[in-house]
């Protein structure tokens, strides 16, 4: 079984959308983005 290889994709994948929604976040602060936006970013990833 992989359970090696597995366990270095599950903290990738949790990391990233972490990394995005807080890019987001800032992103949304300045004014950058909007809801509309925020959708398709997060989609995207």
């Known amino acids: 079984m ?3 290889s597995e366990n270095q994709f599950k ?3 949790q990391i990233i959308p ?3 929604t807080g890019l987001v ?3 949304r602060k ?3 983005i909007r809801g509309n ?3 398709i970013q ?3 990833t």
Request: aromatic share 4%.
């Open 30 to 32: 300045v004014g950058v």
């Open 25 to 27: 976040a800032d992103l």
């Open 11 to 13: 903290p990738i994948a």
């Open 37 to 39: 936006d925020t959708k």
């Open 42 to 44: 997060l989609s995207g």
């Open 18 to 20: 972490e990394f995005v």
């Open 2 to 4: 992989n359970d090696t």
